[in-house]
């Protein structure tokens, strides 16, 4: 598992390696054919991972709930991000995982209740959690790559 962990936290970097010269505007901004922004997507990794990895266990929260509820899956941006609030939930995006992971390693996650995710995925277990979750940070990832290709070009910092 210890591998697993690495991936996502390798992960989590290169989605705050992708904010770096965006202005909040960029980070805010939900391009024509999309139906959400850039920031959105760094919060929902953050909620998403809250709700697979604690509360379908029956687990609290260990982020406050707007961020979960802000982020969890099938919201929305509903509000400007400001400054602060970006760097907040990039500072998550590492404290929250850092949680977690002593949390999975010290046996806090006992009782997984079985589910389905919408990717046709069945998780069993933590350990079945765990293994997802770097599929669905990658796949965010991803979408955070095509909403900067999506921005106005001419105010797009090169990433290389």
Request: with cysteine.
């Amino acid at each position: 598992m210890e591998k697993l962990f690495e991936i996502i936290e390798k992960t989590r970097l290169q989605v705050v390696e992708q904010l770096k010269g965006l202005s909040i505007a960029q980070l805010n901004e939900i391009p024509t054919g999309f139906n959400n922004n850039i920031i959105w997507n760094v919060g929902h990794l953050i909620a998403a991972q809250q709700g697979v990895c604690y509360l379908r266990p029956g687990l609290e929260l260990r982020i406050e709930e707007k961020y979960f509820t802000l982020y969890k899956p099938g919201s929305k941006p509903e509000a400007f991000v400001d400054q602060q609030e970006v760097e907040h939930i990039s500072a998550l995006l590492f404290s929250s995982l850092a949680q977690f992971k002593a949390d999975y390693e010290n046996g806090v996650i006992a009782n997984y209740i079985p589910w389905t995710t919408r990717y046709g995925v069945a998780l069993h277990t933590i350990d079945d959690a765990v293994q997802f979750l770097p599929f669905h940070e990658g796949m965010h990832l991803g979408y955070i790559l095509a909403l900067k290709r999506a921005l106005a070009p001419a105010e797009i910092p090169s990433a290389h």
